[in-house]
């Protein structure tokens, strides 16, 4: 996953250096993704955009609305990952819409998560690597949050503003 980083950061020069800094533990792990691995893990998460909307969820400890997104499970990659996990938390199936290199995410992000005793986990980073994905029809979740379509437009949170950016780069260049 070292070198997804890299090339990401040659995309992206203005996010490297603090990436890099962020990220460097990670440099020569085979296995980026176990829950335990500290000081913090590489987790997935899905940016579903359709008509102007992108789809978020309520985060049922956070209390806020993000992006689908969660761990990588075992012998599974981050973009599979992304699509499960959309999958499971809204009932969207999702495929990536091809209008750039698919094993790279739109968005890397590095943030701390709390303590969580009740899971008996200590504070901890989610290096988060965030794919654009197109739906493909709706089902049923199996791990249901609460959902909405928000207009690209209200997307202002820091990160989701940043992947508008993105998302809104790469169709300016279709």
Not at 83 to 104: C, F, H, K, S
């Amino acid at each position: 996953m070292w070198e997804v980083i890299l090339r990401y950061c040659s995309l992206y020069p203005n996010e490297s250096e603090s990436l890099l800094e962020k990220t460097a533990f990670l440099e020569n792990l085979q296995h980026p993704f176990p829950r335990d691995l500290l000081p913090g893990h590489i987790t997935a998460s899905g940016i579903v955009i359709q008509d102007q909307a992108m789809l978020l969820i309520k985060h049922r400890y956070i209390g806020e609305w993000f992006q689908p997104g969660g761990h990588v499970d075992a012998a599974e990659e981050p973009l599979d990952a992304a699509i499960r996990e959309v999958a499971e938390e809204t009932g969207w199936q999702t495929t990536p819409p091809g209008l750039y290199d698919q094993t790279l995410p739109i968005d890397i992000d590095v943030h701390l998560i709390p303590a969580n005793p009740k899971k008996n986990e200590p504070q901890h980073l989610h290096i988060d690597f965030a794919y654009l994905l197109d739906p493909i029809h709706h089902g049923i979740a199996t791990d249901p949050e609460a959902v909405m379509w928000a207009k690209l437009t209200d997307c202002d949170a820091p990160r989701l503003a940043r992947c508008v950016k993105k998302y809104m780069a790469l169709i300016s260049a279709q």
